[in-house]
């Protein structure tokens, strides 16, 4: 039976803002986790590796030239399974976005009025 080496779990993270002027500002979070382990003697291996981001306040122009500021948070999680024939990679995502419209500039949000099916509540 060959050993395995643990080659160790690691991980980065970063917090920072970004002002976009005196009151609003985007903040980003992000972190990363990796673990991974290998088999020398049989060159197996595995690796996970794992993100979650979240942006705050980040500026937003849809298709119809809206205008507003959106929330986003994104988990992700990648495994990959190996050895020298080859491996397997496995992958999930999940996003969610908020997008909150400025309602204080009309000439910015055009189009809705003139489209029933796009009025905002």
Not at 8 to 14: M, N, P
Not at 29 to 57: I, L, P
Request: hydrophobic residues 20%; positive net charge; aromatic residues 14%.
């Amino acid at each position: 039976m060959a050993e395995e080496y643990a080659l160790g779990d690691y991980g980065t993270g970063y917090s920072k803002s970004m002002a976009k002027n005196s009151v609003n500002q985007v903040n980003v979070h992000q972190q990363t986790y990796r673990a991974k382990n290998e088999d020398k003697q049989s060159g197996s291996y595995e690796r996970f590796t794992g993100k979650d981001k979240a942006v705050c306040g980040e500026p937003f122009v849809d298709r119809s030239g809206n205008r507003g500021y959106k929330n986003e948070h994104t988990t992700s999680a990648t495994y990959k399974v190996g050895d020298k024939s080859g491996y397997t990679e496995y992958y999930h995502e999940d996003r969610v976005k908020h997008v909150a419209f400025d309602k204080s500039s009309n000439s910015n949000n055009k189009g809705v009025g003139y489209y029933s099916k796009y009025n905002k509540y």
